[in-house]
C-alpha cells in the first residue's frame, strides 16, 4: 500500500503546503487589485479633501468646484443630457429588439448586424460623421435641404442640445438593445400561447404579457444608457463646446487643463461617481429581481410572432434608425476619407488616397498612435484576463475565505466612470514614487482596471460553466490540482477567455474618455489622434483615420465570431 | 482486517450536522451501498471517502491506516481510489482512449502497457471500436461506459461512484445496474455507490446502508432490508409498505404480503370494502378498508385478480409477515 501512515494527531504535511499555495496566490491577486482598483479610488477620495499646496485637510476644492453656476449648471446638463438619450435610445432600441428577437420581420440577421455595426461604432467616430451630416450650412443634411426646397438655409443644427442627445442615443441604443433581446428570448412562447389561448390578441399580449416580463431588463438597459452618456467624454467635447454648453465630463477636461487642477477636478467628480453607484445599484436590484420567471427559468420553444403587414413596417423602422446610425454616417465617413475636400462632394476628381497615405506614412503621430493603441489593449486585455481568470478560480472553487471580496473588487471598476477612474489613476500614480505620468504603464493600467469587470463577468460565467467534477476526476486518478489546471481547465476554458480578452482589447482600442486624461506625446493613443484632429478640422484626416480603426476592428469581430458565436459581442455579458 | 472503515465520522457545518456518527466497514471486494433519500448525507460521506471534504469528526482508514481525520487528510490524488461522477466528468477535450487512459499516463505506467490495459478495459466495456472518438460523438450510455473504464483500468484500492445512472433514461439505467454490478464481479474492486434509488442499490449491492438526516438507520443485505426493516423510514423506504398500528407498537405489512379473496379465508381473515384501485400491468394496486376501519390499506395482486370498486372482500392477514418496526 502506497497511502501515507498518518496519525489523527499530525496533519499531513503535503496537503499543507497545497493549501498556503493558493493563499499565496491569493494574497497577490489582492496586492494586484488593491493597486489597481482600490489606491485609484481612494487617491480619488483623499485629493479632493486635500489642500493641493499644504496637504491639509480641507473642503476647499469642493467649494472651488461648486462655487460657480456654470459648474454647477453643467452637472445638471449631464442628468438631462443622460436622460433624453437614455430615452431617446430606448424608442430605438426596444421596437427593433421585439422584432429581431420574437417577430417574423424580414432581415432579421441583417438588423442584429446593422446594430453590432452601431455597438463598434466609437461614440467620437458617431459625433464627427453627424457633424458632417447636420452642421450648420455645410452639413450634408442641410445641403441637401436647401437643394431640395430652395431654402436659403437648412435647419439642422448638430451644435445644439438635442443634436448632442440624437449623437448619444444613437451609438448607446445597443446597450438597450443587448439587454431586452436577452430578456425577451427567454419569455417562452407558451406564456404568450397562454394570453392567445384567453383571447388576447398579439398586440395586447405583446402590452400585458412581452414587455411587462422584460420591462426589468429594459429599465436595467436605460440605466447603463444613462450611465454610459453621463459618462461620455468626446461627442460633448465636440458638439456641447461649440454649442457654448458644458456637461460634467467637458468642465472636468478643462479642470484638468492648464495648469491641472486635479484636486477641484477629484471634487467635481464625486456627483458623477455617486450618480453612477446609486444607479448601478439599482439597476441590479431591478434586473436580479427573482419572481420572473421569464429572466430565471429556462427559455422553452419560441415561435416567432406573425406581423402581418406590419412586418415591413417594422422593417421600415429599423432601416430608419440604422440609416441614422450607420448607413448616412459610414457614407459620409467613406466620402470625407476618400476626398481631396469633403465639402467638394462626390466628384470623380475629388476622390483621392491622400488622406490615408497621409495619416498612415506621413503624419508624425498618427500612424504610432493606432500601434500605441493596439499595443496598450492587447497588453491590459492580457493582464485583465489572467488577474479575471485567477479570481474566477478562487471564487468558485472556494479556495480560500472570503475570495468573494476579490470578485466584488474585479467588478467594482464598473461603477466608476471613465473619466472619474482616470483622475483617480493620476492623482495615484502621476506624482512620486511611481510618477508613471507620460509613461505607457499609466495607459495600460487604467485600461486594465477599466475593462476588468468584463473580463470578470466572462470569466466567471465560463468558470461556473465547467463542472468541478472534471477536475475532481483528474484528482481521484492521482493529477494534482495544477495538472487540472493544465490539462482540463484551460483546455476548456480557451474559447471563452478568448472572447473575454476579445471583449476588452476591442474596446480598449477606442477608449477614449480615461485616454484623454492620462496620454502625454510619447503614448498618445488613436482615439486622441482622432479627437484632437476633430478639434483642428482636419474631417478628411480624421475620416480616414478612423475608418483605419473600424477596418482593423473587422478581423478582430471575425476570430470572435468563429470562436464564440456569432453574437458574442451583443450578448450581456458583453456589456 | 476490513479494507475500508469508517469510525464515526461527521460532517458539520456550523450547527448543520450533514452526515453524524457515520460508522461502517467495508471487507476486502465488498460493494456497499449508501441509500437515501436526496439531502440525507449520502454524497457527503462518498466525498469524505475520496478525500475532497474533511471530516469534522472520525476517522476512515484505509488497509488500517488513517487517511482523512479533522486534523487532515491525505488528497485525493494520492489515495488510489476511483470516482465515477454524476455528470461522467468525461473530459470533452480529449478523446475516449485519451479519457481512459489518464489515469494510466498519472500514474507512469509504460506505454506498450498502458496501451495494453486501455484497449482490453475498452473491449470489456463494449467501446474499443470507439477509442478515438470525442465524448461530444457518444450517447450518454456510452460517456457512462468510459467514466467506467477510466475508472476501472488503473485497478484502484476503493471505487466510489456517486448516483451514475441518475442521467440515463429508465432502460439504460435498468441495463447498465447490471453492467456495473457484473464489472464489479469481474475485477472484485471494493465498491461504495450512492443513489437514490433502492433497486438500484438492491440489484448491485452486497449490503445496502439506508442513511436518513445524516444519520445510519439500518445497514443490511438487500433481503434482509425488504425483509426486516427495523424503522419505520426504512420499511416506507425500501420498496411500499403499510403501517398497522398494533398495542401501541408499529408493523410494516407489505402490500404483496396480504392475501384477497372473495371467499372468507381458514383463518385470519378480516372482511373489507374495495374504495379504490389502479391497474398497472404487471399487477393490481388496491386501496381496501377493513370494515369499521377508518384507514386503508394498500393491497398488491396479480393482474387477473379484478374486483370492483365497492365491492366485499377478504383479507389474509399472515401475522408473521407482520415486522414491528421503530
New interface residues.
Given amino acids: 500500500m502506497a497511502v501515507d501512515a498518518l496519525t489523527t494527531t499530525t496533519p499531513p504535511a503535503r496537503l499543507r503546503r497545497g493549501f498556503d499555495a493558493s493563499w499565496i496566490l491569493w494574497i497577490a491577486l489582492i496586492a494586484v487589485l488593491l493597486f489597481l482598483v482600490v489606491s485609484p479610488f481612494v487617491h480619488l477620495l483623499i485629493t479632493s479633501l486635500r489642500s493641493e499646496k499644504t496637504g491639509a485637510f480641507t473642503f476647499a476644492n469642493y467649494a472651488a468646484a461648486y462655487g460657480r453656476e456654470r459648474y454647477v449648471q453643467a452637472l445638471f446638463n449631464s442628468l438631462e443630457l443622460g436622460a433624453c438619450a437614455a430615452l431617446l435610445g430606448g424608442a430605438f432600441a426596444v421596437p427593433l429588439a421585439w422584432a429581431v428577437s420574437r417577430t417574423d420581420m424580414p432581415g432579421r440577421g441583417l438588423v442584429r448586424t446593422l446594430v453590432l455595426a452601431t455597438f463598434i461604432t466609437p461614440p467620437y467616430t458617431g459625433a464627427v460623421a453627424w457633424i458632417l451630416l447636420a452642421g450648420p450650412n455645410a452639413g450634408w443634411l442641410n445641403k441637401a435641404y436647401v437643394w431640395l426646397t430652395g431654402a436659403e438655409a437648412g435647419p439642422f443644427n448638430i451644435y445644439s442640445f438635442p443634436g448632442l442627445v440624437l449623437v448619444i442615443a444613437l451609438y448607446s441604443f445597443p446597450y438597450v438593445f443587448i439587454f431586452t433581446t436577452a430578456a425577451l428570448e427567454l419569455v417562452s412562447s407558451e406564456m404568450e400561447d397562454a394570453a392567445n389561448i384567453l383571447g388576447a390578441g398579439t398586440w395586447r399580449t405583446m402590452r400585458r404579457v412581452t414587455l411587462p416580463l422584460a420591462l426589468p431588463a429594459i429599465l436595467g438597459g436605460l440605466i447603463i444608457s444613462f450611465l454610459e452618456a453621463i459618462a461620455l467624454f468626446a461627442s460633448p467635447a465636440m458638439i456641447a463646446i461649440p454649442a457654448r454648453f458644458n456637461v460634467v465630463t467637458t468642465q472636468l477636461f478643462q479642470f484638468f487643463g492648464n495648469p491641472v487642477r486635479v484636486e477641484v477636478a477629484a471634487a467635481y467628480a464625486m456627483p458623477l461617481l455617486a450618480v453612477t453607484i446609486f444607479l448601478v445599484v439599482v439597476q441590479r436590484l431591478i434586473t436580479r429581481r427573482k419572481g420572473f420567471v421569464a429572466l430565471t427559468g429556462k427559455g422553452g420553444e419560441r415561435r416567432p410572432i406573425a406581423l402581418g403587414g406590419w412586418r415591413w413596417a417594422m422593417f421600415g423602422y429599423a432601416m430608419l434608425v440604422a440609416t441614422m446610425s450607420v448607413f448616412l454616417p459610414y457614407l459620409f465617413l467613406l466620402q470625407a476619407a476618400f476626398a481631396k475636400a469633403w465639402g467638394r462632394g462626390f466628384s470623380l476628381d475629388n476622390i483621392s488616397l491622400k488622406n490615408f497615405r497621409f495619416v498612415l506614412f506621413e503624419h508624425a503621430t498618427a500612424g504610432t498612435s493606432v500601434i500605441h493603441s493596439f499595443a496598450y489593449g492587447a497588453a491590459s486585455a492580457t493582464a485583465a484576463t489572467i488577474i479575471a481568470i485567477g479570481v474566477a478560480y478562487i471564487v468558485n472553487r472556494k479556495l480560500v475565505r472570503f475570495a468573494n471580496g476579490l470578485g466584488f473588487l474585479c467588478v467594482a471598476p464598473f461603477v466608476i466612470p471613465g473619466v472619474v477612474l482616470a483622475i483617480g489613476f493620476y492623482a495615484a500614480y502621476a506624482p512620486p514614487p511611481l510618477a508613471l505620468y507620460g509613461t505607457a504603464w499609466l495607459m495600460i493600467l487604467a485600461f486594465t482596471t477599466r475593462f476588468l469587470p468584463i473580463g470578470y463577468v466572462n470569466a466567471n460565467a465560463a468558470m461556473r460553466s465547467l463542472n468541478p467534477e472534471m477536475e475532481e476526476a483528474v484528482r481521484v486518478l492521482g493529477g494534482s490540482r495544477m495538472l487540472a489546471l493544465r490539462k482540463v481547465v484551460a483546455p476548456l476554458l480557451k474559447r471563452s477567455l478568448l472572447g473575454a480578452w476579445l471583449l476588452m482589447f476591442i474596446p480598449a482600442t477606442r477608449e477614449l474618455s480615461s485616454a484623454i486624461f492620462l496620454y502625454s506625446p510619447q503614448t498618445k493613443v488613436v482615439s486622441v489622434m482622432i479627437f484632437d484632429m476633430s478639434d483642428e478640422g482636419n474631417f478628411e484626416y480624421l475620416a480616414a483615420l478612423a475608418l483605419v480603426l473600424q477596418v482593423l476592428t473587422l478581423p478582430l469581430l471575425w476570430i470572435g465570431q468563429r470562436a464564440i458565436g456569432r453574437d458574442f459581442m451583443l450578448r450581456r455579458t458583453a456589456t | 482486517m476490513s479494507k475500508l472503515v469508517l469510525r464515526n465520522i461527521g460532517k458539520a457545518y456550523g450547527t448543520f450536522d450533514a452526515v453524524k456518527d457515520f460508522s461502517l466497514e467495508l471487507a476486502q471486494g465488498e460493494f456497499v451501498s449508501l441509500l437515501g433519500p436526496s439531502g440525507c448525507g449520502k454524497t457527503t460521506t462518498l466525498r469524505m471517502i ?1 478525500g ?1 471534504l474533511p471530516p469534522t469528526s472520525g ?1 476512515i482508514e ?2 488500517g ?3 482523512s ?15 465515477i ?3 461522467y ?1 468525461i ?3 480529449m478523446t475516449v482512449g485519451q479519457n481512459v487512459g ?2 494510466l499516463e ?2 507512469k505506467v509504460p506505454r506498450a502497457e498502458a496501451d495494453r490495459r486501455i484497449a482490453k478495459i475498452l473491449e470489456i466495456v463494449q467501446m474499443g471500436p470507439l477509442k478515438d472518438r470525442y465524448p461530444a460523438e457518444l450517447s450518454g450510455g456510452q460517456q457512462q461506459r468510459v467514466a467506467l473504464a ?2 476501472i483500468v ?1 485497478e484502484p ?1 476503493i471505487l ?1 461512484l456517486d448516483e451514475p445512472l441518475s442521467n440515463l433514461d429508465a432502460n439504460l439505467r435498468e441495463e447498465m445496474r447490471f453492467e456495473i454490478r457484473r464489472l464489479h464481479d469481474e475485477f472484485k474492486i471494493t465498491t461504495v455507490y450512492v443513489t437514490h434509488d433502492q433497486s438500484e442499490a438492491m440489484v448491485t449491492s452486497d449490503r445496502i446502508v439506508v442513511m436518513n438526516k445524516g444519520r445510519i438507520e439500518q445497514v443490511d443485505a438487500p433481503h434482509t432490508l425488504y425483509g426486516k426493516p427495523r424503522s419505520r423510514f426504512v420499511a416506507g423506504f425500501i420498496g411500499r409498505t403499510n403501517f398497522v398500528e398494533r398495542d401501541g407498537q408499529t408493523f410494516s405489512l407489505r402490500p404483496q404480503a396480504i392475501g384477497l379473496s372473495a371467499a372468507r379465508p381458514a383463518a385470519n381473515g378480516v372482511e373489507a370494502e374495495i374504495v379504490d384501485r389502479a391497474y398497472l400491468g404487471e399487477h393490481w394496486d388496491y386501496q381496501v378498508k377493513p370494515l369499521g376501519e377508518t384507514k386503508s390499506l394498500r393491497v398488491s395482486t396479480g393482474p387477473n385478480t379484478v374486483y370492483a370498486l365497492g365491492s366485499r372482500v377478504w383479507l389474509e392477514i399472515d401475522p408473521a409477515a407482520m415486522v414491528r418496526v421503530e
Avoid: H, Y
Wanted: net charge positive.
Fill in positions: 475520496a475532497f476517522t484505509l488497509d491506516q488513517v487517511i481525520s479533522p486534523s487532515g487528510v491525505i488528497p485525493p490524488e494520492r489515495r488510489r481510489m476511483s470516482m461522477f454524476q455528470s466528468a473530459w470533452p477535450n489518464f489515469g498519472v500514474k477510466r475508472a488503473v484500492e466510489l
